[in-house]
């Protein structure tokens, strides 16, 4: 029985897949760190150009984050999650990005993983702005 026990247990973590990803508020990550979406184009180029499957995403309001009391706890509402299944870019990620958080989880599904609360985000602009450029905004 021990023996079939651990088999069991052993198939299950076989077929879960981990997930690496960096979190932030997503005021933050989608309308004021600029670099973000300069990053994120790059990196599609660079998958469309060696015709390498997309293996990263962006989910709004990520569902599995109450399981992260850590984060949570330092996260203003609403987050953004940047996931992925390669470990060493999202620490490429973590150290390019400002103010974000890194963790990883284990999921039994892409659907699991990717899985999202519903909201609708709407950033203000700012009253003032004082870079001596315009600021970014994407559309």
């Known amino acids: 029985m021990v023996i079939l026990e651990t088999t069991l247990q052993e198939h299950e973590q076989a077929e879960k897949k981990k997930y690496y990803f960096v979190v932030a508020n997503a005021k933050f990550m989608l309308d004021e760190e600029e670099h973000f979406k300069e990053l994120m184009f790059e990196r599609l180029r660079n998958y469309g150009e ?4 997309q293996d990263f995403w ?3 309001e990520p569902k599995f984050l109450d399981k992260f ?3 949570t706890k330092r996260l203003k509402r609403p987050a953004v999650e940047l996931v992925s299944m390669n470990g060493p870019w999202i ?4 150290q390019r990005l400002d103010r974000v958080l890194q963790e ?3 999921a039994d599904s892409i659907e699991d993983a990717l899985a999202s609360n519903p909201i609708n985000l709407a950033f203000e602009k700012p ?3 004082t870079a001596p450029y315009s ?3 994407f559309g």
């Open 69 to 71: 009391p850590n984060i």
């Open 50 to 53: 060696l015709n390498i499957e």
């Open 91 to 94: 620490t490429y990620m973590k």
């Open 58 to 60: 962006l989910v709004i």
């Open 104 to 106: 990883s989880y284990e």
């Open 127 to 129: 009253e003032k702005w």
């Open 135 to 137: 600021k970014y905004e």
